[in-house]
């Protein structure tokens, strides 16, 4: 729950985020949530999580609340999951317009996450707003989709033969039917979307991306 009320604002893009219920205070907020619900090892997000008391440099008390804390599992068996992160999310001319007001907070906000085993990090959109972002997004629709299973081994199949091939050689490959094509396309994406066929998220996503199987 959050230890500060999210208020409605007239300026502001606000409201419940649907994939990980969390409350949001901005589109960039968001857009920051998705990335993360996105992540392979997520595992859940707490918005305005904790509140933190401070002394200033100049002896007064202040109090911060860091916008979210991510929490992430393991993706293999015996190993532990990454660190959770907790969270600032701010547009860049923000934090350089006003540098000097955040600096201490961000500070503090660090020593805060260090005592606890967290990591603490600033984002901007630099850091949200990315192609890999876009990729991960388009992909998602994917991820729960149902799909063949005698397709998704044939694609795997042939993959594996091919070691390196782009998804419009693959699904040709296999079919010239349109509609046909739609089905294994559907069930590519969803194979790249479970982690099963790795691709360069850094890229844009097209039909000519270089695909292969997954170590």
Known sequence: MPVRKIPISNRAVTGLHAGTGARYESSLERDFFECMMMEPDFDRLEAQPVKIQYLTTDNKLRRYTPD????????????????????????????ENDFDKFRERFFVARRFARERGWIFKVVTERRIRTTRFANLKFLFRY??????????????????????VTPKILINSVSENSIRQAELISCLWNLVANGLITVDLLSPLTMNSQISLSK
């Not at 979210?68 to 015996?78: N, P, T, W, Y």
């Open 143 to 164: 991820k729960k989709r149902l799909v063949s299973q005698s397709d998704r081994e044939l694609l795997l199949e042939l993959i594996a033969t091919d070691k390196m």
């Open 68 to 95: 979210a804390l991510v929490h992430f599992k393991s993706l293999k068996a015996g190993l532990p999951p990454r660190r959770p992160i907790l969270c600032e999310v701010k547009y860049r001319e923000e934090l």
